[in-house]
């Protein structure tokens, strides 16, 4: 009797995968069919992809709530049907916030193309690449989960469980899709900037870092970075959420984190390198754009790095 195909996301990998953050934007539209069919045509193992959900409750697959910049269109998604959604194309010329130097930026591509509904997006992908679907936070529905349940009965319709796994910055959205779906690969994403706004009072506590016991590390620069670097360490989260996996922006793995984690049997993967820009306005890291920074991750063993350029960090890392 064969052993049960392992996800490719999970620990016990010699090398980390590449996964093309929302395909291949680098060619074609972000979360877009025909930028997730190039990752197939290039090689790549794994995409990265973004869930909304319609007015009608459709998963369909885009990163921004409101379709301004995509589209063009004044509206939030769901604030429109799927069967107006559909009519909508995404354009040419895409706004993608700012660069590694703080400049605006703009991608081009060849033709408009639509947004796709995730269970179109399973279908075109199926076995041929590991998929990471995030299911996104918005602020005016932030303790809304539908959508984890919605998303998990799609997944298990399209009998993906063993190639996907479903992330979130909102913690309640992973908890409903966990209880929707056990056999899920679950995981909370962390951002670099999480504690920010209670860093002013941490600063004051004193020798908050010696009590933390944290090493050195470049990237660690204040009391709230640090006290947000022993929560991904530790895993104080995943193992309150019942999590197997954990996304994390690389700024915040240090020498520790992979190992930690790995001691524990979850796997961890980083975002997102050579992106095209910033679209929340959010400084990018200078490191983002570096070998070095790859050489780094990888030998820190990490499971998988997100990027927006694929083919170039699939060449890298071989």
Known sequence: ??????????????????????????????????????????GVPAVE???????DRKPIVIHDAHLRRLTGHSRYVWELTWDEISKLRIRRELPMGVDVHGQRTIARYDRE?????????????DS??????????????????????VVAAVVREANLEQRVILTSFDPRKL?????????????????????????????????????LSLPADGH???????????????????????????GAEHTLVGSETVRKLHEKGIAIGTHTLFPLGSTTGKPISPSAVTAAE??????????WIETDDPERLLNMIG
């Open 1 to 42: 009797m064969s052993a049960a195909p392992t996800n490719p996301f999970l620990v016990g990998k010699p090398r980390p995968i590449v996964v093309g953050h929302r395909g291949v934007p680098t060619l074609h539209q972000e979360n877009t069919v025909a930028g997730f069919r190039r990752a197939v045509q290039l």
């Open 49 to 55: 992809l973004d869930v909304q959900l319609t007015k």
């Open 113 to 125: 193309e639509r947004i796709p509904l995730l269970a179109e997006v399973l279908t075109e992908l």
């Open 128 to 149: 041929k690449v590991a998929i990471n679907i995030e299911l996104k936070v918005n602020v005016l529905g932030w303790w809304q989960t539908e959508i984890a349940r």
């Open 175 to 211: 908890r409903a899709a966990l209880a929707a779906f056990p056999a899920l690969a679950t995981g909370f994403c962390f951002d670099d900037t999480m504690l920010d706004f209670a860093a002013p009072f941490l600063d004051r506590v004193p020798h908050l870092r010696a009590k």
């Open 220 to 246: 660690i620069r204040t009391n709230a970075r640090r006290l947000l670097n022993r929560i991904l360490d530790t895993n104080i989260v995943g193992r309150i959420l019942g999590t197997r996996v954990v």
């Open 294 to 303: 790859v050489e780094r991750l990888v030998s820190l063993n990490v499971d």
